[in-house]
């Protein structure tokens, strides 16, 4: 009996300790206990609509019950803010009874901002008192600031204590950066509710309008008191009031109360940031806001032409450029409306102004006046060292865009990804690429191919996106440009010695010097009787113009370069496209006027006929061939003039100029030999060569011409998938594997062929009606 009794005992124990066991197992989280609370309320939502108002009130009692769970922490740091939840709650039961949805709506909303608010006093009273532990398990309750375009979410509270329990931060600082991360989400979540309100109206969703109003005024009491600090006690009870008129105005349906509310809000949170930024953030939203606002014009006059839109693409994204340096503006704007309020309201309404006149298709000379006065503005308003830091950080920066880029390609949004892609590289096309050109050009190639196509069997991040490669090899592509970024910016602290600078000086001017004197050569080689030397004169007279031009370059440059600078590839693709286009029609003219009927016949007596019977050159040969010399020269000039203005910076001119002697010298040389090997050489082989020459400058020139015309947004980007070019390739020759590049280098290759093929094929016709003629003139005779 007694061996019974202790049976029933262990098995009582064992039953004890299980259900025990299963309760433990089972206990919820903060964030499960909330989000079963918020589901309760939608099912009850629901249920109102089909008319079961029973079934609603059990909804919102089994809401209640969730709560009850979260009740005793909460109470322990604000036992009012629990009896706040009780008395919604309450309400939310009244509400399911009654049938009333857009009450129950309202109080949806304001029950779920309130757990959020119990729930960030608890993290920060467990920090306080050093609860790791608890903070840790309630930061699970929050909301994030959404991830956009411009930002990402923020991840600095959960980085904090977990760098608390790691040792790594201190208590004040992981409460810092806890509280201030909350803050930022909870009021950049506050205006989300708020435009989510605005929109519903507009849309007469009345119940979406009422939970979201109920969200705002939720959010603002979890702000509250941090408005009060910065406004004091009577600004926060008017806010307070005006957040509760919205709420009811929604509830009843009353437009002209919640349009006045709506507009005193407007006015209360003008100014007002929870989180103030940190010197170095400020430095960085006021970068974005300069670089984004210059942006929107150029976007938007690619996409508009005769007031009317031929490119929506380019109209969103001069949109979306807007709508980041909105978002800028608003998190500067409480800084600077203590700088100067006048100015600050200015720029703020010209960026409503610019958002109405891309809308309304206006005429970019307008939408490029109201953005020059908004960067006018901004230039008086931004204090120095925000505006100094954006120029000295741009690796930082980039890196932000890049995990930007980084978080999109994770979630599978390529479009965003790309966008980032080009965002990241203007900003190194604006701010290092120069002078990591002057300082360590391999760097510079590895970079801007990182970007584009790849490097040393790297895919780049175009041909990746392009393609919508798998995320790991996006996201290697990803790495190994932040590798090339470390590096490059590694290479620009460290101070260049003289020897350096001259030594890369003289490197830039000979290479671009050569292939002046390679695209000279190939011209004039080509006119060499005495009847051609009135061709030779023009284009000898253009690439003079051009040096002279080339010496005026250096000076503008030298005194206005952060103006030039950020031109320079689109001037560089203006003069490239007016020299090809000359190339184009003087490798036809060969072939048809110089070469076949000239040297390759012979020098057949009928050549002054053919060709030399015009005595004097046309103005509009000597305009074209001007143009010719000119470009061919000038644009290396161009070039190289930029590229040199880094290395001024860094070591002085006379530094640089000393390079450019040596270059200069070697350019000479190369210069010497290669116009008097063309003395020496026979005609035919000298014009085969010089075709073949002309073809292959023609192909080159195509080539790096389609590249910098992507680069600057002028053309797409459409990558050729599974091919892969060494980037040495592309230097010298202009091959890069996109079907816009090689396709358009085909063509230029084709023309010439084509043109030699025709050129034949007509003085084949040409001999063949002379043969055909020559017995019936002989019978005459």
């Known amino acids: ?67 009850e769970s979260l009740r005793p922490i909460i109470a322990q740091v604000d036992p009012t803010l629990t009896g706040q939840i009780a008395n919604y709650l309450d309400g939310a039961e009244t509400a399911a009874s009654e049938g009333d949805t857009l009450a129950l709506a309202g109080l949806r909303g304001r029950i779920w901002s309130a757990l959020l608010h119990g729930s960030a006093l608890v993290v920060f009273d467990a920090l306080e008192s050093g609860d790791v532990e608890t903070a840790q398990r309630w930061l699970t309750l929050r909301d994030y600031r959404p991830s956009t375009r411009f930002s990402r979410p923020g991840a600095n509270a959960t980085l904090a204590v977990s760098g608390l ?63 009060g600090e910065q406004y004091g006690d009577d600004k926060q009870a008017e806010a307070s009031a005006a957040f509760e008129a ?33 010197d170095e953030e400020a430095a960085r939203r006021a970068g974005q806001l300069l670089r984004f606002i210059s942006l929107v014009p150029i976007e938007y006059e690619r996409g508009v032409r005769n007031g009317e839109v031929i490119n929506d693409i380019e109209i969103q994204e001069a949109l979306t450029f807007r709508e980041g340096a909105v978002a800028a503006f608003i998190d500067l704007q409480s800084a600077l409306l203590e700088i100067n309020p006048e100015i600050t309201i200015r ?27 908004i960067q006018s503005d901004l230039a008086a308003l931004l204090p120095s060292e925000w505006q100094e830091a954006n120029a000295a950080s741009d690796v930082d920066v980039i ?22 892609r080009l965002e990241a590289y203007a900003l ?47 996201l290697a592509g990803i790495g190994a440009l932040r590798a090339a970024l470390a590096d490059s910016q590694e290479a620009l602290g460290v101070g260049s010695a003289p020897a350096a600078i001259i030594g890369n000086a003289a490197i830039i001017v000979f290479r671009e010097g050569l292939e002046a004197v390679l695209i000279l050569a190939s011209l004039l080689a080509s006119l060499r009787t005495t009847e051609e030397r009135q061709f030779r004169r023009p284009i000898i007279m253009g690439a003079v113009f051009a040096l002279g031009a080339t010496l005026i370059t250096w000076v503008i440059a030298h005194s206005l370069l952060q103006i030039m600078l950020p031109l320079g590839e689109k001037l560089e693709v203006v003069v490239s496209l007016i020299a090809i286009g000359v190339l184009l029609l003087i490798t036809n003219w060969f072939f048809h006027k110089v070469y076949w009927t000239g040297w390759m016949a012979n020098f057949h007596q009928r050549k002054k006929r053919l060709i030399g019977g015009i005595a004097v050159i046309t103005i509009s040969q000597s305009l074209g061939l001007i143009t010719l010399g000119f470009t061919s020269i000038y644009r290396e000039g161009f070039e190289t003039v930029l590229f040199l203005q880094s290395l001024v910076l860094d070591a002085g001119l006379w530094t640089v100029i000393q390079g450019v002697l040596l270059g200069g010298i ?22 085969i060569v010089t075709g073949v020459m002309i073809g292959v400058v023609l192909v080159t020139m195509v080539g790096h011409t389609t590249q910098a015309m992507q680069a600057v947004g002028w053309m797409p980007v459409t990558p050729i998938p599974g091919l892969q070019i060494p980037y040495w390739m592309g230097q010298w020759f202009g091959f890069y594997p996109t079907i816009q590049g090689l396709g358009l280098q085909v063509f230029a290759a084709v ?23 020559a017995p019936a003139a002989v019978q005459k005779a």
């Open 1 to 67: 009996m007694k061996f019974r009794h202790i049976t029933i005992f262990i098995l009582c124990c064992f039953a004890l300790l299980f259900g025990a066991g299963i309760t433990i197992g089972q206990e919820q989280s903060p964030r499960t206990l909330a989000e079963n609370v918020r589901q309760a309320l939608f099912d009850a939502q629901g249920m109102l609509l089909s008319g079961d108002t029973g079934s609603a009130a059990q909804a919102t009692a089994a809401a209640r019950a969730d709560f």
């Open 165 to 227: 329990i790691a040792g790594e931060v201190t208590r004040e600082d992981a409460l810092a950066a806890v509280t201030a991360d909350l803050y930022d989400s909870y009021q950049t979540q506050l205006n989300m509710a708020l435009n989510d309100a605005d929109q519903a109206a507009a849309r007469q969703f009345t119940m979406r309008r009422a939970e979201e109003t109920g969200l705002a005024a939720g959010y603002f009491t979890l702000l509250a008191g941090t408005y």
């Open 751 to 773: 023309f010439v062929i084509g043109s030699y093929f025709l050129a034949e094929y007509q003085q084949k016709i040409k001999r063949q009606h002379t043969r055909k003629s």
């Open 428 to 474: 190194l096309e604006m701010g290092m690429e120069q002078r990591l050109r002057g300082f360590a050009p391999e760097l510079a190639a590895r970079v801007e191919s990182l970007f584009w196509q790849g490097y040393e069997g790297q895919d780049g991040l175009a041909t990746l996106l392009g393609t919508r490669a798998p995320v790991d090899e996006v």
């Open 399 to 420: 890196y932000s865009v890049l995990d930007t880029l980084e978080g999109a390609a994770r979630q599978g949004e390529y479009t965003l990804a790309e966008s980032s």
């Open 347 to 373: 720029v703020g309404e010209a960026l409503s102004l610019a958002e109405t006149q891309i809308r309304d298709v206006a005429e970019p000379a307008e939408l490029q006046t109201n953005i020059s006065a």
């Open 246 to 278: 919205l709420e009811y105005a929604a509830i009843r349906g009353d437009e002209a109360a919640y349009s006045a509310a709506r507009a005193g809000i407007d006015a209360i949170l003008t100014g007002f940031r929870a989180a103030p930024l940190s």
């Open 666 to 687: 070697g350019v000479v040389i190369v210069g010497f030999i290669t116009f008097s090997l063309q003395v020496r050489l026979p005609y035919k082989k000298m014009l």
